[in-house]
């Protein structure tokens, strides 16, 4: 049976059994990562070489929020969990299915991780949180007690994601008479003040109150129903091969478009030799192998094949064969087969289009006691790129003319964060490039040299960002002029609404994306200032503008606007 709904996974863990997930690869994209984006579906996170498949299914406009659906598959599905049992510790790998489920790919889902005690006795259980977005990311809910026991805390809890991201969650304790049950989920809001319920039936509801929702129909399967209450995506009984997804066409009348999504079991194993970790035995999986499109054509998948092991996949992908013609092949070197082992030896993922050429990307991962990694590009047309990590955040960048020991350095770029000291001339010492990044990032800088450091004039840029990574200010600045850089342009974004004398944030319903002001800078004076007010479901009430204007004080020309119920003007 295929199984295509998403769930909602729950660790207990009890004194004498300890489950322990390390070095698991960032999926999706993380804040402030550093990715590839080509010529076909896929992504690379140069960071850390997940590669990330995109492939659209069905996009429709809607009140307010857009229904947008597609299928999306990370490649870094196998992480190294440790497991001690009664005093026993093993460490083998964890295999997780590289697509996500259904729901999953609009709603996203809910992982918790319950630390419970000892079972029989007065306990206070601690829950950890984790919401995986539509792309894959994940975002981190840090450890809290909630129990339905007084002298553990509260009933209810709301945590904020430990990332910066704005999610805000609320759950409820649920353990009673010494036994621990997962925790409730009550509600989530992202920045923008949507209301997200991954959990069965799953929702997304904007702070107008228009909803995307999944409903089951009396004719088995289920679908999902825009903001406008239409069905705008259907999809066949879960267990079916193919899972056909089905929405309305062009052609009016009930007419329907449909794609066909073939499943294929396979044994899936693992031959990685990495020193202390037990392979992963074989076992039946249920893997796509192909996806058919309305007009007949379609995608075909393939897996990397289990070294030494017959008739068996790691389940990483090593084929795209794409509707055009195209076919993309991935490899996996270095490293025990592309895995980083705790040895520290570089892996490397070779990507060849056809047509198109061969990219190949080698990650040396930072080595015990340091957060500094490298991977080095070298593209189709035989040119060679360098990129440093701090942890996920790019802080150096060398692009050169040529790639090995014939190579000519035509760019350096580094990067500082969070203020850390830039250089104070194009010939000062820069230490950003091997510096520690220590989350959340509030401010990034930016310096370009031509050639390498150092060796000619460089400009600069510099970014700001709130508690939630949205952008505050961004500064660009002229060549370095031999004593500082001058100021070229400055464009302040604060977040909040103006209630005529400063900027107030929140808005109303964790909404905290909202630009209040916009002043734009040359040199020095300031150039035209735009401010917004905001209702409390965060929909614009007016939007002022003036040239040379001091903010708060935008002159006559203010455009206003009153809504219906559903939101729209």
Same mark, same amino acid.
């Given at each position: 049976?295929?199984?295509?709904?998403?769930?909602?996974?729950?660790?207990?863990?009890?004194?004498?059994?300890?489950?322990?997930?390390?070095?698991?690869?960032?999926?999706?994209?993380?804040?402030?990562?550093?990715?590839?984006?080509?010529?076909?579906?896929?992504?690379?996170?140069?960071?850390?070489?997940?590669?990330?498949?995109?492939?659209?299914?069905?996009?429709? #406009?809607?009140?307010?929020?857009?229904?947008?659906?597609?299928?999306?598959?990370?490649?870094?599905?196998?992480?190294?969990?440790?497991?001690?049992?009664?005093?026993?510790?093993?460490?083998?790998?964890?295999?997780?299915?590289?697509?996500?489920?259904?729901?999953?790919?609009?709603?996203?889902? @809910?992982?918790?991780?319950?630390?419970?005690?000892?079972?029989?006795?007065?306990?206070?259980?601690?829950?950890?949180?984790?919401?995986?977005?539509?792309?894959?990311?994940?975002?981190?809910?840090?450890?809290?007690?909630?129990?339905?026991?007084?002298?553990?805390?509260?009933?209810?809890?709301?945590?904020?994601?430990?990332?910066?991201?704005?999610?805000?969650?609320?759950?409820?304790?649920?353990?009673?008479? %010494?036994?621990?049950?997962?925790?409730?989920?009550?509600? @989530?809001?992202?920045?923008?003040?949507?209301?997200?319920?991954?959990?069965?039936?799953?929702?997304?509801?904007?702070?107008?109150?228009?909803?995307?929702?999944?409903?089951?129909?009396?004719?088995?399967?289920?679908?999902?129903?825009?903001?406008? %209450?239409?069905?705008?995506?259907?999809?066949?009984? !879960?267990?079916?091969?193919?899972?056909?997804?089905?929405?309305?066409?062009?052609?009016?009348?009930? #007419?329907?478009?449909?794609?066909?999504?073939?499943?294929?079991?396979?044994?899936?194993?693992?031959?990685?030799?990495?020193?202390?970790?037990?392979?992963?035995?074989?076992?039946?999986?249920?893997?796509?192998?192909?996806?058919?499109?309305?007009?007949?054509?379609?995608?075909?998948?393939?897996?990397?094949?289990?070294?030494?092991?017959?008739?068996?996949?790691?389940?990483?992908?090593?084929?795209?064969?794409? !509707?055009?013609?195209?076919?993309?092949?991935?490899?996996?070197?270095?490293?025990?087969?592309?895995?980083?082992?705790?040895?520290?030896?570089?892996?490397?993922?070779?990507?060849?289009?056809? !047509?198109?050429?061969?990219?190949?990307?080698?990650?040396?991962?930072?080595?015990?006691?340091?957060?500094?990694?490298?991977?080095?590009?070298?593209?189709?047309?035989?040119?060679?790129?360098?990129?440093?990590?701090?942890?996920?955040?790019?802080?150096?960048?060398?692009?050169?003319?040529?790639?090995?020991?014939?190579?000519?350095?035509?760019?350096?770029?580094?990067?500082?964060?969070?203020?850390?000291?830039?250089?104070?001339?194009?010939?000062?010492?820069?230490?950003?490039?091997?510096?520690?990044?220590?989350?959340?990032?509030?401010?990034?800088?930016?310096? @370009?040299?031509?050639?390498?450091?150092?060796?000619?004039?460089?400009?600069?840029?510099?970014?700001?960002?709130?508690?939630?990574?949205?952008?505050?200010?961004?500064?660009?600045?002229?060549?370095?002029?031999?004593?500082?850089?001058?100021?070229?342009?400055?464009?302040?974004?604060?977040?909040?609404?103006?209630?005529?004398?400063?900027?107030?944030?929140?808005?109303?319903?964790?909404?905290?994306?909202?630009?209040?002001?916009?002043?734009?800078?040359?040199?020095?004076?300031?150039?035209?200032?735009?401010?917004?007010?905001?209702?409390?479901?965060?929909?614009?009430?007016?939007?002022?503008?003036?040239?040379?204007?001091?903010?708060?004080?935008?002159?006559?020309?203010?455009?206003?606007?009153?809504?219906?119920?559903?939101?729209?003007?």
């Amino acid at each position: 049976m295929i199984s295509v709904r998403g769930s909602v996974f729950i660790s207990l863990v009890v004194l004498t059994v300890t489950l322990t997930s390390t070095a698991q690869v960032a999926t999706g994209f993380p804040a402030f990562g550093s990715f590839q984006r080509l010529t076909g579906p896929d992504v690379v996170n140069l960071g850390n070489l997940n590669l990330h498949v995109t492939i659209p299914v069905v996009h429709k #406009a809607g009140v307010g929020m857009p229904f947008d659906y597609s299928l999306q598959y990370d490649n870094s599905i196998w992480s190294p969990v440790t497991q001690t049992v009664n005093g026993v510790t093993t460490t083998s790998w964890q295999f997780t299915n590289g697509w996500s489920a259904v729901d999953a790919s609009v709603f996203g889902s @809910m992982k918790y991780f319950v630390f419970a005690g000892i079972p029989g006795f007065a306990q206070c259980p601690q829950t950890t949180a984790w919401y995986t977005d539509p792309s894959g990311t994940v975002h981190p809910f840090p450890g809290t007690t909630i129990s339905t026991e007084s002298s553990c805390g509260p009933l209810q809890k709301t945590v904020t994601a430990a990332d910066g991201s704005g999610y805000v969650l609320t759950l409820q304790g649920t353990d009673v008479s %010494g036994e621990t049950l997962p925790p409730k989920f009550i509600s @989530m809001l992202d920045k923008s003040g949507n209301s997200i319920v991954p959990p069965y039936p799953p929702s997304i509801t904007d702070p107008n109150g228009n909803s995307i929702s999944e409903v089951t129909p009396s004719t088995g399967g289920f679908s999902f129903t825009d903001t406008l %209450g239409a069905n705008v995506l259907t999809v066949s009984i !879960p267990g079916s091969n193919p899972v056909k997804y089905s929405y309305p066409g062009p052609g009016g009348a009930g #007419a329907l478009e449909t794609v066909s999504v073939n499943y294929s079991t396979y044994t899936v194993a693992t031959k990685f030799a990495c020193s202390g970790i037990s392979e992963y035995p074989a076992t039946s999986q249920n893997l796509i192998s192909s996806i058919q499109l309305p007009d007949g054509t379609q995608y075909t998948l393939k897996y990397e094949p289990t070294p030494l092991m017959a008739n068996a996949v790691t389940g990483r992908l090593r084929e795209i064969d794409l !509707p055009t013609g195209g076919q993309i092949t991935y490899s996996y070197s270095g490293g025990n087969k592309g895995i980083n082992c705790s040895d520290g030896s570089t892996a490397t993922l070779t990507r060849t289009e056809i !047509p198109g050429g061969i990219w190949i990307y080698s990650h040396s991962p930072a080595p015990s006691g340091s957060a500094i990694s490298h991977t080095n590009l070298v593209n189709a047309d035989n040119n060679e790129t360098d990129y440093t990590f701090s942890g996920i955040y790019e802080t150096q960048r060398l692009l050169f003319h040529g790639n090995g020991t014939s190579k000519t350095l035509l760019r350096t770029v580094n990067t500082c964060y969070n203020n850390q000291s830039p250089p104070t001339s194009p010939s000062g010492n820069n230490s950003c490039p091997t510096a520690a990044v220590t989350p959340p990032i509030t401010q990034k800088s930016v310096y @370009m040299w031509m050639g390498a450091f150092g060796a000619l004039p460089s400009n600069a840029s510099s970014t700001t960002y709130d508690s939630v990574g949205d952008v505050t200010q961004v500064v660009d600045y002229d060549w370095w002029n031999g004593s500082a850089y001058p100021q070229l342009r400055r464009l302040d974004t604060p977040r909040g609404t103006w209630n005529g004398t400063q900027c107030v944030n929140p808005i109303g319903n964790n909404i905290l994306d909202r630009v209040c002001y916009q002043n734009l800078f040359g040199t020095s004076a300031l150039e035209s200032s735009e401010v917004f007010v905001y209702y409390a479901n965060g929909n614009l009430k007016s939007h002022s503008i003036s040239p040379s204007a001091n903010v708060g004080n935008p002159g006559n020309l203010t455009t206003s606007f009153t809504y219906n119920a559903n939101g729209t003007v």
